[in-house]
């Protein structure tokens, strides 16, 4: 947590590999037991969410999940691991729909799926709460932290809200303004 301009999203910048060249950023990165500091972003298989859910507009909601898994597989066990993926986040037959015309709350668990099919070693959180309402808020929250819980991921959040903070369960640093 800290204040707008204190470095926050820079810190996520650096972990993710995505840091602007005007930045320098000193230390290692380690993921899953692995120090992927010398790795490009695509390499290095940390999942990120932002504030806005990033889901390709041109793409069904089916695409967007098919988007996120590792290459291989057969058609079948694609669409496989996407339906089991949609009906575990109360979604189920949602494949064929257009992204925009879902609610917050629905966007915001496809994006959450996308990261995940992907087998990350680690999820990036970029304040992506931040534009939902309370009542959705806490079940989205309650959604992820369930979610990362259970496939033993590592989570490293940012973000002004407290309640987000302690909704995580983990050690909270106060970035200084």
Do not use: C, W, Y
Request: glycine content about 10%; proline content about 7%.
């Amino acid at each position: 947590m800290g204040p707008s301009g204190s470095g926050k999203s820079t810190l996520l910048a650096f972990v993710s590999s995505a840091l602007d060249p005007a930045f320098r950023a000193r230390g290692r990165v380690v993921a899953d037991g692995a120090d992927v500091s010398v790795l490009p972003a695509h390499r290095r298989r940390i999942g990120i969410l932002f504030q806005d859910d990033l889901l390709f507009p041109h793409l069904s909601v089916g695409g967007n999940l098919a988007f996120g898994l590792p290459p291989g597989g057969s058609s079948v066990e694609r669409r496989t691991q996407i339906a089991a993926a949609l009906a575990e986040a109360g979604l189920a037959g949602f494949e064929q729909r257009d992204p925009a015309a879902r609610s917050g709350g629905q966007r915001a668990r496809v994006a959450l799926l996308r990261a995940l099919l992907a087998k990350p070693r680690a999820l990036l959180l970029d304040e992506p709460f931040s534009k939902l309402d309370a009542e959705l808020r806490a079940r989205i929250r309650d959604f992820v932290f369930a979610r990362a819980r259970r496939l033993g991921l590592p989570v490293l959040m940012v973000t002004h809200d407290p309640a987000d903070a302690e909704s995580a369960g983990g050690t909270l640093l106060r970035l200084p303004g």
